[in-house]
């Protein structure tokens, strides 16, 4: 039987979506700063981050009325939690986009040519937030389960930019401070890639109750 | 105020009819219940006035102006409405108290020869007896005629009727004593007179010759003379109202009895009334109403009675000291006795009282503000009258509807006329006017409480073992049809009861009671004996039948129980019950004459036994239904707790539910009593209904609810009778009342207890 | 279940009430026989919200619940100081009859309490005493009815049989279709759950939860979940006082009073 | 295990089990075996016995009469006591028997025990005769011939004797009814009227004596002669009804060898019992049954019907009800809805209880007292002071015995209404409350009838009981034999004041107060049989009611 306040988890599940789709909105942005140098952008970043913050507030303040009112049990209890662990991580993520774009600002324009494999990591990094966002939005748990491994491609591929720019900064040791943020970028892309798998992680927790964090199967190669 | 939408607003009809029907019912419901209490205060209402005591009223004083210090008497008609001064000269004085005749002389027409030396008015005879100087002795019926005017109005004249004179004692002597008492048949002139200082008591009787015109002539019959039998110096004399006897008073303060046997009158008795009193000296003496009691009294002012009864095995009646009435100040002068029952009116100087013979009661007394010179009671006992020292004439008036009852006339012990012993006796109606009721509730009550005893004593085992077998061993199947059933029994209509114990039970029983007192032994025995028989059975067999069925074996026992006992029964009656036959002188073997024979108490067919099993089947089905209730209602939780530690069920009901549930068992016992108690048709069907004071269980009784059936029909309404059965109806209902309130306080109680256990 | 009612559900967002005292307790206090089982009470109760009062047993919310529509009455030897007003007007004021109070307040009880009458005339009782016996209107009064207690589709093809025949839930619903049937302004629950089973309970709650659009409710509650899930404001009682009254959400999520808190979070006694 | 506790593996105690169980089997043994001999006495008396012809030595202390033929149904068949030591005595010359030999007339008794120890013959003759008769009970006798008042002599075994002497019989039953009609009606009528004239006269003499009076006074003479023409005439023509039943005679003789004439008038109806099929012998019993019904008594109660007993039971216990009813619910709801519950109610409570337990003839004699001495006595002072000193209200009547009984039940009803009350929960009075209904309103539409069959069950179980009940009735107004029933066609048709007759009383007067008690004991069966059938129904009626109601409210609460 519907309740009529199970409408309200439906407010909750509408809020992280919108939160979900303006992380995926800011990473977006905070990449384009940098590989289109538009410090421009850095401001809107900056912008939408507050509104993710707002919203993360929001969503906890709803998870825990809703506790509080509604005594959620199974499901429900799950999604709560889930709604709360999530909102979290895309908070982080949007951290991370604000550290991207002020680092992009920060850098010379045009200074280092290659970015090596940044972009590629970036695509992946959103293609991957995009996709645990959609486990979460279709409840689809095959995607869910699928996002693990594939942030190892993304580890990867920031391990090979690491050591590229290691090489990088002892060659031009004028660029050293550029090639730097460049490292710090790659880093925060793939931490984007961590939360965006924690996301998935907990969407499968929230579909099936089980909890794959930590086993084998997502162990993280680092 | 905003208004109120239609919706809320309540009609003024409704509000009308709600406060109509509140106050209806809180009227109606408060007046029905004082209305259901009103039966106790109705009943105590009619009982009230038996405590009573008389209530007396001066109503005229009449200035008669009689010549005080020669009346000799002083007599009245019915209404005290023209009381009649007899003179020392046998003249009468007529006071008219109402009309206007005022006061009239009337003479007996006597002879102008007569010399009267004796004249002595009996007022409880009505008679004038006057006695001459040459012996005769005439008897002058001082009556009355009741005329009516054409108005309507009542005119009372005297109507004196004088008799023949009859010579008793010889020409020559004078008679000084005189009184004359019977009637028709037998009737006896006594007299005493005093010849050369010797004194001679003489009588005649006198005898109505039969004619075929009616009443014939009185004629003198015989001559007695009873000088050589006086022992002593006669004082006075008092011949009783049948004639059959006399009674003197001696100057030696002895009292000598006389009574006619065949054709003499030998001395019965001689009384010695005041010998351990400080005064032996007999002042007064007269009889009662009735004759049987003669009342006497002394100089101190004691007064006693005496009362004539016939001893077990004794031919001959005899006087025994059986009422002492409360002393008077001074000496006792004036007496007088009621015409309509035992009350007597006494009076010394000043002091007036009346006493009641049966219950010794004083019904009143005061101490007048004149000299009593003469006293006398009105017919209906309504009115007095006394004549003061200056020729007044004080009349009262007395209500006394009740005189002969009072506490001691229901509950105490007393010595009635006739019996040979104080006793409790109720007899409410005899054959005379002159009869004592006896209302002694006592044998009633005994009687009561008789039933009471054997129906519960056959009730309350076969009850209670049936309750407790229904409520601990029964299935709940089972218990559905029998419950019930035996709730049915309490529906009989115990007029149907009392028919069958009366016309079916009571003569089969009498035809075999050795038969039925074997059952009683018999029937137990053998089902125990099964039950014995069934325990050796191996398990096997044993389980073959239901648990809670025993009883449904125990029917055939039952019956096959009874059987042996018709069989046995009379072969018992051979060997132990045998006695003589006292009409053919035969042995033969009947408990019947057997019991009375060997116990010397008496056997009834319509016996203790009879009401007891009937009146016990009424109560069986009262006691089981509340105790079968209270022992099923001990919580479930006790049972089970006994039950698991290893108790067999017998262990379980005997130790666990019987004394939980003991309360209600005793409520049920004693609803059962109450039920009992007051069980009307039976009695009164199956019973002999005499009044008995045994516990005999093969004769009788008579018990308060069948005595009020039996009786209240013959009871005028507001008689003493009608009263006293009101009286009886009352204990009744208070020791029913008192029994049921016990029996609910403990149910109450119970249930109070089984909610703690729960 | 309707879009509209699922927009005015969001605590967050509630609507102020047109009337925030249609109901005032106003230093009341009451007493049974000579104890004094109320203490100086005094509450707003918002016009067309939902009002739980919870506590433990003996607290006394029960109590002020029956004194609402003088219920109590019935009780001997009770007595009130202090007043109650229902929109501005004494309920103790002496020309005010009280039949026609309880007209204006309906009530529900702990344990459903229908008729042994058929369904329909459990339903229309309270027209049919006020004397209102037109077939049509009492037709439309029990469809209504019915209705708005949710019981119209289970039980429209037996109104004429027993109501004694019908499920507890059934029942209580019968008894809530009963209580509104004569539209009163306010309607008064009893503990209406604590005899049902949980789904039977759910189904009332929503109820509830739909009446309030029409009715002001007041509910005493044993179920503290279940004041949080139906009411707008929550009153605590303790020993016949009001400790703390607030927001339902204000109450259940950050109490003023520790009382209250360790009751809520079932820390108590 | 050693044999001790085998042993002692039995149950303790099951030996004191069976003993128990002997208190139900006696109790369902009495009352079972009670009232299946009453059933079984109380049917027999309908069914038409043979009669059997007994022929005994000669001199031997058994002759009725001068003979030592017998003839009569048997009513008993016992082995006699045998209490002189000597007698040694078995089979049938053991054994007494009782004889219902009729001809009371003749014999001057009608039941007699016989010792079949001096028994030459038992016989049962085919032409023998049993008549049920007007006086002295039934006839039994050999018939000779048939007397017509034309002259003619109808023998015996003229095949048109028996149909004759049946058409006769109807012929002068109808008349029997019109002698009925005019005598117990008609003149009825007519003397009542006189009644009225007279009290009319009187309550005129009373006002004085002037001329104007006087001459009222007169005027009433022509009308007291006419009615006592109208008078005349009946009773004349009831005189010439009575001497046409005489007309026709049967001539017989009994067994004693003594001749009988029995005009046919005097025959109820007559049946040759030894010649009987079993056809006969139903439709005569269930003539007899019927006729018990609906017949008044006759011969002192023993022969006839009970009709008016039973009308007159009737009649009272449902008087009984009216009254006691709305009493017992007023006092009951006042109690349970009203009365402030405390000590005081709770006492009242216990003492009304109690009174359901105080004896049946502290009512009776109440009821005298109250009801009739003072009450009645009173209505007669102010309304019938006219008819006194014959009083009207002021005896024994229908009205007090119903209001004494009523009295005596009605704490009954207020128990069973109280609890019947409690019962009702209360949520539902709240509910009701809650609703807007006033106190009246709740207690009428909700509360009464929720309790209507616990009040019907108190109502009938007072009802049994004052319809069982006999003690007070005989303080207050029944009475062996009512000349008039309470209801009848004389205005104003309900005749409160009347006595009237009583099933239960009937049994009493019947079996104790009735000369011959052995010629009433068959009719007491009858009568006892009716009343336990009419009391255990309304008992059972009350406990299926009780039952029922348990069921429904163990189904409403959950």
């Known amino acids: 039987m519907e309740r009529f306040f199970h409408s309200e988890l439906d407010n909750i599940r509408t809020d992280m979506i919108r939160m979900g ?51 959620p049990v199974a499901k429900d209890v799950r999604l709560l939690t889930v709604a709360m ?116 992680e907990e969407v499968v927790y929230m579909l099936s109750g089980n909890d794959i964090r930590h086993t084998e199967e997502t162990k993280h190669n680092h | 105020m905003k208004p109120i939408p239609e919706r809320f607003r309540v009609a003024k009809k409704t509000l009308l009819f709600d406060k109509f029907m509140n106050n209806f019912i809180v009227v109606g419901g408060l007046g029905i219940i004082l209305a259901v209490f009103g039966i106790f205060i109705f009943i105590l209402a009619e009982i009230i006035p038996l405590f009573d005591k008389a209530e007396v009223k001066q109503s005229t004083v009449f200035e008669a102006k009689l010549p005080a210090n020669r009346v000799i008497g002083l007599g009245v008609d019915e209404w005290c409405e023209l009381p009649v001064a007899i003179l020392d000269d046998a003249s009468l004085l007529y006071t008219d108290l109402l009309g206007t005749r005022g006061t009239f002389e009337k003479k007996l027409p006597l002879d102008a020869s007569d010399k009267l030396t004796c004249v002595n008015y009996v007022a409880r005879k009505q008679e004038l007896i006057v006695g001459t100087n040459d012996g005769r002795v005439a008897v002058a019926e001082l009556k009355y005629a009741t005329n009516f005017l054409p108005s309507g109005q009542r005119v009372i004249e005297p109507d004196v009727q004088l008799g023949e004179m009859y010579p008793v004692l010889d020409a020559k002597t004078a008679v000084t004593l005189a009184d004359f008492g019977g009637k028709s048949e037998s009737q006896l002139i006594l007299a005493v007179g005093t010849t050369n200082g010797k004194q001679i008591v003489k009588g005649v009787t006198l005898k109505q010759k039969r004619s075929l015109f009616g009443k014939g002539k009185v004629e003198v019959d015989t001559d007695y003379d009873f000088s050589n039998q006086v022992k002593g110096t006669v004082k006075d004399i008092d011949v009783s109202i049948f004639g059959e006897s006399f009674m003197l008073t001696m100057e030696d303060g002895t009292l000598q009895f006389f009574a006619k ?3 003499t ?125 200056e020729g007044r004439l004080h009349k009262y008036d007395i209500t006394d509807h009740h005189p002969e009852s009072g506490f001691q006339a229901f509950f105490g012990k007393i010595w009635y006329e006739g019996q040979p012993e104080a006793d409790y006796i109720w007899q409410s109606t005899g054959g005379t006017d002159d009869f004592e009721p006896k209302l002694s509730l006592i044998p009633l009550i005994i009687g009561s409480l008789k039933g009471t005893f054997y129906a519960l004593l056959f009730a309350v085992p076969i009850s209670l073992i049936a309750a407790l077998y229904t409520s601990q061993f029964v299935t709940p199947d089972v218990k559905r049809i029998v419950k019930p059933t035996v709730e049915i029994m309490a529906s009989l209509p115990s007029v149907v009861l009392g028919f069958l114990a009366a016309l079916w039970l009571a003569p089969i029983v009498d035809r075999q009671v050795p038969s039925f007192l074997l059952m009683i032994i018999v029937v137990p025995t053998i089902v125990l004996f099964f039950g014995w028989l069934w325990q050796q059975f191996p398990v096997y067999i044993r389980v073959k039948l239901p648990v809670g069925m025993e009883f ?28 003589t036959d006292p009409t053919t002188g035969k042995k033969v073997a009947d408990f019947r004459l057997w019991w009375p024979e060997t116990m010397g108490i008496p056997y009834t067919q319509r016996n203790a036994l009879v009401v007891g099993f009937v009146m016990g089947f009424a109560v069986i089905p009262i006691i089981f239904t509340i105790s079968e209730d209270a022992m099923s209602n001990v919580p479930k939780s006790l049972r089970s707790g006994s039950l698991a530690l290893g108790a067999s069920r017998w262990q379980t009901a005997i130790n666990i539910v019987l004394p939980t549930a003991a309360a209600g068992i005793f409520s049920a016992v004693m609803i059962g009593f109450g039920r009992a108690v007051g069980e009307t048709m039976i009695v009164v069907m199956a019973t002999g209904n005499t009044a008995v004071m045994d516990m005999n269980i093969f004769s009788g009784m008579r018990t308060l609810s069948a005595n009020t059936a039996v009786e209240i029909p013959e009871a005028p309404q507001h008689s003493t009778l009608y009263r006293g059965l009101f009286l009886g109806a009352m204990v009744l209902f208070l020791i029913t009342f008192a029994v049921n309130t016990i029996a609910e306080v403990m149910r109450q109680k119970l249930r109070e207890r089984y909610k703690t256990v729960e | 279940m309707n879009k509209m009612t699922k927009n005015t559900t969001n605590g967050t967002k509630e609507v102020a009430s047109e009337k925030p005292d249609y109901i005032k307790v106003d230093n009341f206090s009451f007493y049974y026989g000579s104890a004094k089982v109320l203490h100086s009470l005094n509450l707003d109760i918002p016009y067309k919200k939902v009002t739980a009062f919870i506590g433990p047993s003996g607290c006394g919310k029960s109590t002020l619940l029956r004194n609402l529509n003088r219920m109590n009455d019935l009780v001997d030897g009770i007595k009130h100081e202090g007043d109650i007003r229902v929109d501005g007007e004494s309920i103790y004021d002496p020309f005010l009859e009280v039949i026609s109070l309880r007209k204006r307040i309906g009530m529900v009880f702990q344990k459903s309490n229908p008729f042994p009458k058929t369904i329909y005339e459990n339903v229309v009782y309270s027209l049919r005493i006020a004397g209102r016996n037109s077939k049509s209107e009492l037709d439309t009064v029990v469809e209504k009815s019915l209705r708005g207690a949710a019981l119209w589709d289970e039980v429209k093809d037996r ?90 959400e204000q109450l259940f999520m950050s109490p003023k009073v520790k009382q209250t808190e360790d009751y809520v979070s079932g820390r108590f006694g | 295990m050693n044999k001790e506790s085998i042993k002692s593996d039995r149950p303790k105690g099951e030996v004191a089990v069976w003993f128990s169980s002997l208190g139900l089997s006696l109790s369902l043994i009495l009352i079972i075996g009670l009232v299946s001999m009453i059933f079984y006495n109380g049917i027999l008396v309908f069914w038409p016995d043979q009669v059997v012809m007994l022929e005994f030595q000669k001199g031997k202390g058994q002759d009725v009469k001068g003979s030592n033929f017998i003839a009569g149904e048997i009513t008993k068949q016992q082995s006699k006591i045998i209490k002189d030591l000597n007698v040694k005595l078995d089979g049938l010359a053991a054994q007494e028997w009782q004889l219902h030999v009729g001809n009371k007339d003749a014999y001057g008794f009608s039941y007699k025990f016989f010792d079949m120890q001096h028994l030459v013959k038992e016989s049962y003759p085919q032409d023998i005769i049993l008549a049920e008769r007007n006086e002295y009970g039934s006839a039994i006798f050999f018939a000779k011939y048939l007397q017509l008042k034309n002259g003619d002599k109808l023998n015996k075994d003229d095949p048109k004797f028996e149909t004759t002497l049946k058409e006769l019989t109807q012929e002068c039953k109808a008349r029997r009814k019109d002698i009925l009609q005019i005598e117990k009606f008609e003149i009825g009528k007519i003397n009542s009227k006189i009644e009225d004239i007279r009290l009319e006269v ?87 049954f019927a006729e018990f019904f609906t017949e008044d008594p006759r011969e002192a109660n023993t022969e006839g019907g009970i009709f008016p007993a039973i009308f007159g039971t009737f009649v009272m216990t449902l008087l009984m009800s009216l009254a006691v009813t709305p009493f017992g619910v007023v006092a009951a709801i006042y109690l349970r809805e009203y009365a402030k519950q405390g000590f005081l109610v709770r006492a009242v409570r216990v003492a009304v209880n109690n009174l359901a337990g105080v004896p049946s003839i502290v009512f009776g004699i109440f009821g005298l007292g109250f009801f009739v001495y003072l009450v009645g006595g009173t209505l007669d002072e102010i309304f019938f002071s006219l008819s006194l000193p014959t009083p009207t209200f002021g005896t024994g009547g229908i009205i007090w015995a119903a209001l004494t009984l009523a009295l005596m039940t009605v704490p009954v009803v207020i128990v069973a209404t109280e609890e019947a009350l409690s019962a009702v929960s209360r949520g539902m009075r709240e509910g009701s409350l809650a609703c807007g209904a006033s106190k009246w309103q709740t207690i009428q539409n909700i509360i009464l ?42 205005a104003p048709f309900v005749h409160l004041e009347r006595k009237f007759m009583h099933l239960g009383f009937h049994i009493y007067d019947l079996g104790f107060q009735s000369p011959d008690s052995e010629a009433a004991i068959p009719m007491v069966f009858a009568t006892t049989f009716l009343l336990i059938m009419l009391v255990v129904a309304l008992n059972l009626g009350a406990i299926i009611i009780r039952n029922r109601l348990r069921k429904k409210y163990q189904a409403s609460t959950f």
């Open chain 1, 21 to 71: 789709s303006k992380s995926v909105d800011i990473v977006r942005l905070a990449i384009r700063t940098l590989i289109e140098n538009d410090t421009s952008l850095v401001g809107e970043v900056i912008k939408s981050d507050d509104e993710i913050d707002e919203l993360n507030k929001t969503i906890d303040a709803e998870v825990v009325r809703y506790f509080t009112l509604r005594a």
């Open chain 1, 85 to 200: 662990k999530c909102s979290r991580e895309l908070e982080r993520i949007a951290d991370e986009a604000v550290s991207i774009a002020k680092r992009a600002r920060s850098m010379t324009p045009g200074s280092i040519k290659d970015y090596y494999n940044i972009p590629r990591t970036a695509e992946l990094a959103l293609l991957l937030l995009n996709d645990s966002l959609d486990a979460f939005t279709q409840e689809d748990i095959v995607k869910a389960h699928g996002i693990p491994q594939r942030d190892k491609d993304i580890d990867v591929l920031h391990r090979k930019t690491y050591n590229k720019l290691s090489d990088f900064i002892l060659e031009h040791k004028k660029l050293s401070s550029d090639a730097i943020h460049l490292m710090f970028i790659s880093k925060s892309i793939e931490r984007v890639g961590d939360h965006a798998t924690n996301i998935a």
């Open chain 2, 261 to 263: 046997e065949g054709e």
């Open chain 2, 265 to 389: 009158f030998p001395l019965r008795q001689i009384i010695k009334p005041f010998e351990s009193f400080a005064d032996k000296e007999i002042v007064k003496g007269e009889y009662l109403l009735g004759d049987a009691t003669f009342v006497v009294s002394n100089k101190n002012g004691d007064i006693i009675g005496y009362s004539s009864y016939l001893a077990k095995g004794a031919k001959n009646i005899q006087f025994a000291h059986t009422k002492t009435f409360e002393k008077i100040p001074g000496v006792l002068k004036h007496f007088t006795s009621c015409l309509r029952n035992k009350a007597f009116l006494i009076a010394g100087e000043k002091y007036a009282s009346i006493r009641y013979g049966t219950t010794e009661d004083t019904r009143w007394e005061k101490k007048l503000d004149f000299d009593i010179q003469s006293i006398a009671l009105s017919g209906k006992y309504e009115k007095m009258l006394f004549m003061d020292s």
């Open chain 2, 552 to 579: 449904a074996i125990a029917i055939p026992l039952i019956f096959l129980g009874c059987y042996l006992c018709t069989l046995i029964g009379p072969e018992v009656e051979k060997i132990f019950f045998v006695v």
């Open chain 3, 159 to 248: 109104l004429h049989e027993s109501a004694l025949g019908m499920s507890g839930g059934q029942m209580q619903r019968l008894c809530i279709a009963r209580a509104i049937a004569n539209k009163p302004e306010i309607l008064l629950m009893d503990e209406p759950c604590s005899a049902l089973d949980p789904i039977a309970t759910a189904k009332v709650e929503e109820l509830i939860h739909e009446l309030k659009t029409e009715f002001t409710i007041v509910i005493v509650t044993h179920n503290m979940q279940q004041a949080a899930r139906v009411s707008d404001r929550t009153a605590f009682f303790y020993l016949g006082k009001l400790i703390e009254y607030d927001k339902t």
């Open chain 4, 202 to 288: 009187r309550a005129l003499q009373r006002k004085g004596s002037n001329p104007e009076i006087e001459a009222k006074i007169h005027s009433f003479d022509a009308e007291i002669k006419f009615l006592q023409k109208g008078y005349e005439d009946l009773a004349a023509k009831s005189r010439v009804l009575r001497e046409k039943q005489n007309e026709n005679t049967l001539h017989a003789e009994i067994v004693t060898g003594e001749p009988m004439i029995l005009p046919v008038g005097n025959i109820y109806s007559f049946y040759y019992p030894n010649r009987l099929s079993t056809v006969d012998k139903i439709s005569i019993f269930t003539k007899h």
């Open chain 4, 449 to 490: 009838p929720a309790s209507a069959p616990g009040i019907l069950t108190g109502l009938i179980l007072a009802m049994a009981r004052g319809a069982g009940e006999v003690a007070p009735l005989m303080l207050v107004g029944v009475v062996k034999l009512a000349p008039e029933l309470p209801i009848d066609g004389v």
